[in-house]
């Protein structure tokens, strides 16, 4: 009979990620399964990143969460999905010093506490799922001692949101799409780590902190039900595209690289806009935002930045080096004084590694 008293934590951190070929349409609402790969870059953990901690005792009497501090229910599918699929790999553990032995069947009876908190506000629409389910299903893994690789691992996070499954690893990321119906194969690729183009500096311009009105599940959903375009865009458009990024990253080449982002983040918004009812992730500033961007880069005769946005309005502006991120700053401070009428709620800097 073990003692009730011990207690084993894991800690973990990991950063968001931000799309630069964008995942939106499911083939497989349940398991999370896209219809197209997808591109990302890891940020910095320093800046927008999730923080976890989870433990374990037989003294829990059930499964529970906090996140940034408030219980929240662990109830829904992505969770307990995430959860079944980490406990189905548990390995024994022991630590002889501390008198706790756990055999692999024990997991399964066995609750875990887990505490969340993002260094940044939930609320800002800043892909916090992405960083939140990724570290999850990392720190259970190391908890319960689970002897697979992150790309295994990305399979499950992948289950608790789609863009998670890229924040298993640093630099740039590739979700593949995968063939098989069970998902076995729809994982997260490293393409290059975080050294390889470090001279980019990404900024993410709070254009509003305010929670979006449709959440990415409900819209990519509503999308596949009723544009007319988002099935070419998912077969003919972003296969090639994603053969051209995976170059344009190869080679640092950062002219092609900010035509294909930029490209691909307006085609994104493009069959938001012809979902019926459309959805509008962007707003008035963010049009501004994009005007800018684009006079700027035609003005130098090659890109300077490369902007992207997400389901929600806040541009992220990924500069080819630390003197067009400085100029950068400085045209938005031009453009969107602050405490003007339409100055920016915030600016986050900082580079992409892990
Ligand atoms: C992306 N986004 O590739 C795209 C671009 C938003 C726009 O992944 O339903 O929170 O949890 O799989 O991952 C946001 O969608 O959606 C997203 P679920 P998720 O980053």
């Given at each position: 009979e073990?003692s009730?008293k011990?207690?084993l934590m894991v ?11 964008k ?9 999370i399964l ?5 591109i990302s870059?890891?940020?910095d ?7 976890t ?10 499964d ?7 219980e929240i229910s ?5 969770y ?8 189905a790999?548990?390995?024994d ?7 706790i032995?756990?055999?692999k069947?024990?997991?399964q ?8 908190y993002?260094?940044f506000?939930?609320?800002?629409g800043?892909?916090s799922s992405?960083?939140g389910?990724?570290c ?5 893994a190391k908890?319960?001692n689970?002897q697979?690789?992150?790309?295994r691992?990305s399979a ?14 640093g630099?740039?990321v ?8 069970d998902?076995s ?6 393409l290059v780590d975080?050294?390889?183009w470090?001279?980019?500096?990404i900024i993410i311009?709070v254009?509003s ?18 544009s007319?375009?988002?099935?070419h865009r998912a077969k003919?458009v972003?296969p ?9 990253i ?9 035509q ?5 983040s307006n085609?994104?918004?493009?069959v938001c806009?012809d979902t019926?009812p459309?959805?509008?992730?962007m707003n008035?500033?963010?049009h501004?935002?994009i005007?800018c961007v684009e006079k700027w880069n035609r003005?130098?005769?090659t890109?300077q ?6 389901a929600?309005p806040?541009?992220?502006?990924i500069?080819?080096?630390?003197k067009?991120?400085?100029l950068m ?6 453009h ?8 920016l709620d ?7 590694s892990?």
């Amino acid at each position: 009979e073990q003692s009730k008293k011990w207690i084993l934590m894991v800690t973990a951190q990991t950063p968001t990620n931000i799309a630069v070929i964008k995942y939106w349409g499911k083939r497989d609402e349940n398991l999370i399964l896209a219809i197209n790969d997808s591109i990302s870059v890891t940020l910095d953990p320093a800046h927008l990143c999730t923080t976890t901690t989870v433990a374990v005792s037989p003294s829990f009497q059930q499964d529970r969460m906090w996140l940034n501090k408030k219980e929240i229910s662990l109830d829904g599918a992505r969770y307990q999905n995430c959860l079944r699929e980490i406990r189905a790999r548990a390995n024994d553990y022991e630590d002889e010093k501390k008198g706790i032995k756990i055999s692999k069947n024990d997991w399964q009876n066995l609750h875990v506490h887990i505490d969340s908190y993002n260094n940044f506000p939930t609320a800002a629409g800043l892909a916090s799922s992405a960083a939140g389910f990724a570290c999850l299903v990392f720190s259970l893994a190391k908890l319960m001692n689970v002897q697979e690789d992150n790309g295994r691992l990305s399979a499950i996070a992948r289950q608790g949101s789609g863009s998670a499954c890229r924040s298993l690893f640093g630099g740039f990321v590739k979700w593949v799409m995968g063939k098989e119906e069970d998902g076995s194969d729809s994982i997260a690729v490293p393409l290059v780590d975080e050294k390889h183009w470090d001279e980019l500096v990404i900024i993410i311009a709070v254009v509003s902190s305010r929670q979006k009105e449709t959440s990415s599940t409900s819209g990519m959903r509503e999308t596949v039900v009723t544009s007319a375009l988002i099935e070419h865009r998912a077969k003919e458009v972003v296969p090639k595209r994603i053969i051209q990024m995976e170059e344009a990253i190869k080679n640092r080449d950062f002219p092609t690289f900010a035509q294909l982002t930029c490209s691909d983040s307006n085609q994104f918004h493009a069959v938001c806009m012809d979902t019926s009812p459309p959805i509008f992730y962007m707003n008035d500033t963010s049009h501004r935002v994009i005007s800018c961007v684009e006079k700027w880069n035609r003005a130098e005769g090659t890109p300077q930045v490369a902007y992207t946005f997400d389901a929600g309005p806040n541009a992220v502006l990924i500069a080819r080096n630390r003197k067009a991120a400085a100029l950068m700053l400085q045209r938005l401070l031009f453009h969107f004084p602050p405490n003007s009428d339409t100055d920016l709620d915030s600016y986050v800097i900082g580079d992409k590694s892990i």
